[in-house]
């Protein structure tokens, strides 16, 4: 394990965004899905895709809260453009399970 100073994890912003819409994204090379988030008026809506489709449909996450690193740079997902990285930890199989909060918080919020 590397270890980071202080400041170089305040340098990553992970925000807690709502999903406002979900779909599938059959062009993906692994099963995805394509979600936009909105992540309050500071950093507004992203979108982004995510290899989750083991413990997700895109119904289930519309309205769910998501954790999201919203200052990396925009990558090309074939014909999608993403535009933040969606946190999540794999579980017993290594599929993923999203990073939410325990409870409902105002979009935006910066974790800390």
């Known amino acids: 394990m590397t270890e980071i100073s202080f400041d170089e994890f305040l340098a990553v912003d992970i925000r807690v965004g709502t999903v406002t819409r979900a779909e599938p994204f059959p062009e993906a090379r692994k099963p995805a899905i394509k979600m936009w988030i909105d992540f309050g008026p500071e950093v507004g809506e992203r979108k982004t895709s995510a290899q989750i489709t083991v413990h997700y449909t895109p119904e289930d996450l519309v309205g769910t809260q998501v954790m999201g690193v919203v200052n990396f740079p925009p990558r090309q997902i074939g014909p999608f453009m ?7 930890v794999p579980d017993e199989n290594g599929a993923i399970v999203l990073t939410r909060p325990a409870q409902p918080v105002p979009n935006g919020g910066r974790l800390h």
């Open 82 to 88: 993403s535009e933040v990285l969606v946190l999540g």
